[in-house]
């Protein structure tokens, strides 16, 4: 079996830093992508920046760029969260395509609240 255990998540002040970690452990071959969603009451859940194993490409939502940086090392991915802004209150999901011996799947973890306010 293959879990995500997500870290770092709290409350912060408009405008300060947050950095989540998220970190895949059990059996794991591989892991073709990572990435950070988040779901804010209301609204549905939507892809905040991923990245390629492989490679290192990124991907960030508009409303992120600039802002927040994602990384990786090992089996875990990070996120580097600046310049916050009450907007990117939500619960964070980590997400990722692992191959477990078998095939890959994609696992979630459990998510960590963030929320911006002063």
């Known amino acids: 079996q293959v879990q995500l255990v997500e870290s770092g998540g709290g409350l912060v002040q408009p405008g300060g830093s947050l950095r989540l970690s998220c970190a895949a452990s059990?059996?794991?071959?591989?892991?073709?992508?990572m990435g950070w969603y988040r779901q804010a009451p209301g609204k549905q859940r939507e892809l905040v920046a991923s990245?390629?194993?492989?490679?290192?490409s990124t991907y960030y939502a508009d409303s992120v760029k600039g802002r927040f940086a994602i990384t990786n090392a090992k089996n875990t991915v990070y996120l580097q969260m600046n310049s916050l802004k009450p907007e990117d209150t939500a619960v964070y999901y980590c997400?990722?395509?692992?191959?477990?011996?078998?095939?890959?799947?994609?696992?979630w973890g459990q998510g960590t609240q963030v929320t911006v306010s002063s």
């Open positions: 059990g059996t794991i071959f591989s892991i073709a992508v």
């Open positions: 997400n990722g395509d692992v191959n477990n011996g078998v095939l890959f799947q994609k696992y």
């Open positions: 990245i390629t194993w492989t490679g290192g």
